[in-house]
């Protein structure tokens, strides 16, 4: 870390906390505007290394702001500060060009390391340093998909948990395939934000205890093609776009939006597919209560070579054998009550 040049554009400088006492605190050399106008002019005056921008100002949309920025300096670096409701709009920012975001309330940690991250390129740096940086760029990629898998669950209140577990199954799996760390990651993240279209699909449908109407359903069925719209564009989730499109395919052709059948559907799209069923039955739903582990299991190797892969089936039923000495942290995070012989037996036969 050096003495860069860090302009920040938000409304409120001031208090104790601020982006500006945080950054002032490393060692930054750090200006203000409170506009684009100020900062257009900051910028026609002197070079800044990095800018950190409130996606919520007041007077100009702070989207603007980086198009704005952009069509002058384009390759200044720029962080965009958002708060939960804004994080459709922080994802476009990824699309125009923003290096990142951080969450707000963040703390000083954490909008250290988006911009430590962010000022990467722009730094001459040891091969030390530069290691370091990149673990900070995967931490800063990691609470981006951490703040979008968090938006899903918050859309739909069924579904708390749902991304975390869904990611925990994802690692463990990835074991039984022999892939790469790439393809680890790209599963993960796909696991975690596959239901992200779920954010554009009314509530009164995510809610519904009843069955869906026709036209409801239709609704429902485009939120794969919904959520790779949102990641599409976004560099570091490009792989897990295709993944997310088509996890709602089945095996056996019948499912959707292509109806692709058997190895035509991406690998990572059948897995995810066995994963969120089983964790879609075993935990509380608008319509019905959570099945027994037993019973879900039995669900999936009744619907191998259907609706599901049956080396997927087979790959994570060997997971949950080998997670079964931890039955009881399982049991947990499942919501279940089933005991640990009858879900051995249930693994086992």
């Known amino acids: 870390m050096g003495r860069e040049r860090i302009l920040i554009i938000e409304n409120e400088i001031c208090s104790q906390n601020s982006s500006f006492a945080i950054l002032s605190a490393h060692q930054y050399q750090v200006e203000t505007a409170r506009n684009v106008y100020q900062a257009l002019e900051r910028l026609s005056q002197q070079p800044f290394d990095l800018i950190l921008v409130d996606l919520s100002l007041s007077e100009t949309d702070g989207l603007q702001v980086l198009h704005r920025i952009h069509e002058v300096h384009r390759d ?37 390391i988006a911009v430590e991250a962010a000022l990467q390129k722009n730094r001459h740096i040891s091969e030390r340093e530069s290691m370091r940086l990149i673990e900070a760029m995967e931490v800063v990629h990691r609470d981006a998909v951490k703040a979008l898998a968090q938006a899903i669950e918050a859309k739909d209140h069924y579904t708390g948990g749902h991304c975390d577990r869904m990611e925990e199954y994802a690692v463990a799996i990835a074991g039984k395939f022999n892939l790469s760390f790439l393809e680890k990651k790209v599963l993960a993240y796909a696991a975690a934000l596959h239901d992200i279209g779920k954010i554009g699909i009314p509530e009164r449908i995510l809610s519904k205890s009843g069955k869906l109407t026709p036209e409801e ?51 990572g799209s059948r897995i995810v597919a066995v994963l969120d069923t089983f964790d879609a039955m075993t935990s509380d739903r608008p319509y019905r209560k959570a099945l027994p582990i037993e019973m879900a299991i039995a669900e ?39 005991p640990f012989h009858s879900f051995y037996r249930s693994v086992q036969s």
Request: aromatic share 8%.
């Open 300 to 338: 999936l190797k009744r619907y191998s070579k259907q609706q599901f892969d049956p080396l997927v089936v087979d790959a994570f039923l060997e997971v949950l054998k080998e997670q079964s000495l931890q039955i009881e942290q399982i049991n947990q995070g499942l919501h279940s009550d089933v």
């Open 76 to 112: 200044m670096p720029i962080v965009l500060m958002t708060g939960p409701g804004s994080l459709q709009r922080a994802v476009l920012s990824l699309k125009l060009g923003a290096q990142g975001f951080v969450m707000k309330p963040f703390t000083a940690s954490e909008l250290f």
């Open 217 to 267: 359903y239709t609704i429902m069925k485009t939120h794969p093609e919904r959520g790779a719209a949102i990641i599409h564009g976004v560099g570091f989730l490009a792989p897990v776009a295709p993944l997310i499109y088509h996890h709602q395919e089945r095996y056996d052709g019948q499912g959707y939006p292509d109806s692709l059948a058997g190895e035509e559907i991406p690998l």
